[in-house]
């Protein structure tokens, strides 16, 4: 059984910057399609940034394309969300997951198709 443990959630003001962490056990993060997600209050859970397997495909929300940047340290077994020119609309809870999307997809933007998930991190962007 994957677990996942983010951190790096906090306060900060809009222009500001935040860099996620996300730490595997029980499992490797190379082995799966690895993304996070975020939620907002009283919205659903939507996608924010995925990475391949091979680490080689990223993929971004458009709200956040240019300013977040997904990566992967294999020898930590650790995926970060950098998050940079924070706005308050990005305020929300941040979760990490993995997961083996059906054949075709490199990434999934589709929440169903992950199956191992964090407990999330709180992010809030003051204005």
């Known amino acids: 059984q994957v677990q996942l443990v983010e951190s790096g959630g906090g306060l900060v003001q809009a222009g500001g910057s935040l860099r996620l962490s996300c730490a595997a056990s029980?499992?490797?993060?190379?082995?799966?399609?690895t993304a996070w997600f975020r939620q907002a209050p009283g919205k659903e859970r939507v996608f924010v940034a995925g990475l391949s397997r091979r680490g080689g495909s990223t993929s971004y929300a458009d709200s956040v394309k240019g300013r977040f940047t997904i990566s992967r340290d294999d020898a930590k077994n650790t995926l970060y969300l950098q998050m940079n020119n924070l706005r308050p609309e990005d305020t929300a809870v941040y979760y990490c997951?993995?997961?083996?999307?059906?054949?075709?997809?490199?990434?999934?933007?589709?929440?169903?198709?992950?199956?191992?998930w964090g407990q999330g991190t709180q992010v809030t962007v003051s204005s």
């Open positions: 997951t993995a997961g083996s999307p059906p054949a075709g997809y490199t990434v999934s933007v589709h929440r169903g198709h992950y199956e191992y």
């Open positions: 029980g499992g490797t993060f190379s082995n799966y399609v």
